[in-house]
């Protein structure tokens, strides 16, 4: 039992391009999201997924797009590269009951130069 | 709008001092979820607890406890004895429903320093 893997861990990228950051599950949880950590503004949702083949936006989309194919991955991708997304992503899944809150991803540090 | 606040940025403590981690929240909605989780140095995050809005009761779990009070908005995060092992950015986060399980806001995070 993995729980959420995050692949890669590290990611540098040029302005304008574009990149997949995977994360899979292995826990059979129906819910996903991905989040930015930025200094000092804690986390922030960026889209998340109910269920395979259902996503929505959250607080910060705009520059990233998601996929849920099946119930296990939900990669992010981002189209076009930006200083800006300089962040540490985590991905997160949780049971439909969310009692024990979100199991997180280890993450992924993108620098954007 | 909902918002969390943790208005301490840093602590510092020396081990086995008590420490109290602030958290302020803001809804409109009645039932809603809170949450608390630790991330380490080496930068996981971990869930330590979730309490819903109609349990006020505090909850102690070793040397953790909450306090978690409607009236003043409040669930505030105490460590006893503190150890260098709880040197971490504690976050606070709050969801609301029907989303309640998955679509949280964090506060910004306090970090907490014990020294040995």
Same mark, same amino acid.
């Given at each position: 039992n993995a729980g959420v893997t995050q692949t890669p861990k590290f990611q540098v990228l040029k302005t304008g391009q574009s990149m997949t950051l995977q994360c899979a599950q292995d826990m059979n949880h129906e819910y996903m999201s991905w989040y930015r950590q930025d200094p000092g503004m804690g986390l922030r949702l960026i889209h998340y997924s109910v269920g395979a083949g259902i996503t929505d936006q959250g607080e910060v989309p705009n520059g990233y797009n998601v996929s849920r194919s099946t119930t296990e991955d939900f990669p992010l991708r981002l189209l076009s590269a930006a200083p800006s997304q300089t962040s540490v992503y985590f991905c997160a899944s949780t049971t439909r009951t969310g009692d024990y809150g979100y199991t997180f991803g280890s993450g992924t540090r993108l620098t954007v130069v | 709008a909902q918002k969390v606040t943790q208005a301490q940025t840093e602590i510092s403590v020396v081990e086995k001092e008590d420490v109290t981690l602030d958290c302020?929240?803001?809804?409109? !909605?009645?039932?809603?979820?809170?949450?608390?989780?630790? %991330?380490?140095?080496?930068?996981?995050?971990?869930?330590?607890?979730?309490?819903?809005?109609?349990?006020? %009761?505090?909850?102690?779990?070793?040397?953790?406890?909450?306090?978690? %009070?409607?009236?003043?908005?409040?669930?505030?995060?105490?460590?006893?004895?503190? %150890?260098?092992? !709880?040197?971490?950015?504690?976050?606070?986060?709050?969801?609301?429903?029907?989303?309640?399980?998955?679509?949280?806001?964090?506060?910004?995070?306090?970090?907490?320093?014990?020294?040995?």
């Open positions: - | 302020v929240y803001e809804t409109r !909605d009645t039932t809603y979820y809170l949450f608390w989780y630790k %991330q380490p140095p080496s930068g996981e995050l971990v869930f330590l607890i979730r309490r819903n809005s109609f349990d006020e %009761q505090n909850e102690i779990s070793g040397r953790y406890s909450w306090n978690f %009070q409607k009236s003043t908005s409040s669930f505030n995060f105490t460590i006893t004895a503190s %150890q260098v092992v !709880d040197s971490a950015v504690y976050f606070c986060a709050l969801s609301e429903e029907p989303a309640g399980t998955y679509k949280y806001i964090f506060g910004t995070g306090t970090r907490l320093k014990v020294l040995a």
